[in-house]
């Protein structure tokens, strides 16, 4: 080789150690900040430890760390998995596989890392270099989530509240027991059922009774939606009385696919309870037929619904001799044949029709559809309720004094006035001899001219409007 180019190699050996020790110095002030924990050490012997290293092992002093072997800070039964670990690496550059270990603390306290370890050369020999991450926040989080689910799967299964989570394709993932108990189901059964299944046979009805088709199950219309959906639906099955169940539906996140939760209560109860007293404020309780308020309300329905295309009538009907019975044979007895008289009049009317008892001894008949031809009507109650009425150790017959008001399409009278005239009515025919029909006629916008009463003169009991 020529002087020249001695000279030449010679110095590109000089800018190479120039260059290598450029890259140690910034590769020694990246590990000397970096926040994981790095230590080399050649055989079993650290040689080196960083700032991070130091503060994690607990130390304040390289000395307390450098030179010492690394078995002093490494938990007993981690180190056979380590020396295995290390024994793999076979060439400068290799690397292990990220793997749990417990370093023990300078004071003896252990902390859980995760190590991985490289083959690398310290000041050209070769060692590990092992990087160390701290995993005591995430082993903190993983508990804290673990209490946090534990004590979550305790709440819900201590609700009274039926909790059921679903996945988007409406398969329960999870049910608590109140839920279960509420659908008559064993949870273990239900999870990874779809949530129909437990209705199945039995149809999904809204407040008012009709059936929901399966677009409009709240699940499933929150499934579409993607919006919260509050709801009451009933489940009606053939063979046992309604569930009803309040509540609502949720995604349990914002994403496509996202998970379900349905929470409820069975309101069923609630409900039936509800139904009793609407029932017992609007029901007669001897005959359990409709008392005065619901008769009002029915009518006053019936004369503003703005596509009533037929007549109706108004029948007011009195007992004729209810009073000599409870007189004879007591109030027991007038009690049941109250009960009798009921059940004869919803036979004899048709289902369009309405009876109801407003009084003592008097009831009231609504007349639509067919039946308000009055004069058939009326000859079929006058005949069913003069038929004997036997129980064992008496027997009675009763009769009716009827007073009937025609409501033409577009009459302007009240409720009030139809039972009014009705009444006026049902007492003509009482005092006539009873047992007889008694029409209320007058003129549109003119009583007829028979005395202050608003009735037809007696020769003239027929008139019809």
Not at 403 to 420: C, E, F, K, P, S
Request: charged residues 25%; proline residues 5%; contains cysteine.
């Amino acid at each position: 080789m020529s002087p020249t180019n001695e000279r030449q190699v010679c110095a590109d050996h000089v800018h190479l150690d120039a260059d290598m020790a450029a890259v140690g110095r910034e590769y020694r002030i990246l590990i000397e900040h970096s926040p994981d924990t790095i230590v080399v050490h050649e055989g079993r012997e650290i040689v080196f430890v960083n700032p991070a290293g130091l503060r994690l092992i607990g130390a304040s002093d390289v000395a307390q760390v450098v030179g010492h072997s690394l078995a002093e800070f490494v938990g007993q039964q981690s180190i056979p998995p380590m020396v295995a670990r290390i024994r793999d690496l076979d060439h400068i550059g290799a690397v292990s596989e990220p793997t749990e270990m417990v370093l023990r603390r300078i004071g003896g306290r252990h902390v859980e890392v995760e190590a991985v370890s490289v083959l690398t050369r310290w000041e050209g020999r070769p060692a590990y270099q092992v990087v160390l991450r701290d995993l005591s926040a995430q082993r903190a989080a993983e508990a804290a989530a673990a209490r946090a689910e534990l004590l979550y799967t305790n709440v819900v299964s201590s609700l009274v509240e039926g909790v059921i989570v679903m996945d988007a394709t409406g398969v329960i993932e999870s049910i608590n027991p109140a839920a279960a108990e509420i659908f008559g189901v064993d949870p273990a059964l239900a999870v990874g059922q779809r949530m129909s299944t437990l209705w199945t046979g039995a149809e999904v009805i809204d407040c008012d009774g009709a059936i929901l088709p399966p677009d409009q199950h709240p699940h499933v219309r929150t499934q579409s939606t993607g919006a919260p959906v509050s709801f009451v639906v009933g489940l009606r099955w053939p063979d046992r009385p309604v569930l009803w169940n309040s509540g609502t539906c949720s995604l349990l996140d914002s994403g496509a696919g996202s998970p379900m939760v349905v929470s409820f209560n069975d309101i069923s109860d609630a409900r039936n309870a509800t139904a009793r007293l609407e029932y017992q404020a609007t029901h007669d309780s001897l005959t359990g037929l409709p008392n005065r308020l619901h008769v009002v309300t029915d009518v006053r329905s019936r004369l503003e619904d703005p596509h009533r295309r037929t007549e109706m009538a108004v029948l007011f009907l009195d007992l004729d001799n209810l009073k000599s019975v409870n007189d004879s044979l007591g109030h027991s007895v007038g009690d049941e044949v109250l009960r009798e008289v009921a059940e004869r009049l919803r036979r004899t009317v048709d289902a369009d029709s309405l009876v109801g008892r407003v009084g003592g001894d008097e009831f009231v008949v609504v007349l639509a559809g067919d039946s308000v031809r009055v004069d058939e009507a009326t000859d079929r109650i006058h005949r069913v309720l003069t038929m004997p009425i036997a129980r064992p150790g008496w027997t009675v017959t009763v009769s009716a004094s009827i007073g009937a008001v025609a409501v033409a399409v577009g009459d302007t009278r009240t409720i009030n006035d139809l039972l009014r005239d009705s009444d006026v009515a049902m007492y003509a025919a009482k005092a006539a001899g009873g047992n007889r029909t008694q029409r209320f006629t007058e003129v549109v916008g003119e009583p007829r001219p028979i005395g202050t009463d608003g009735l037809q003169t007696p020769a003239d009991t027929s008139g019809r409007l």
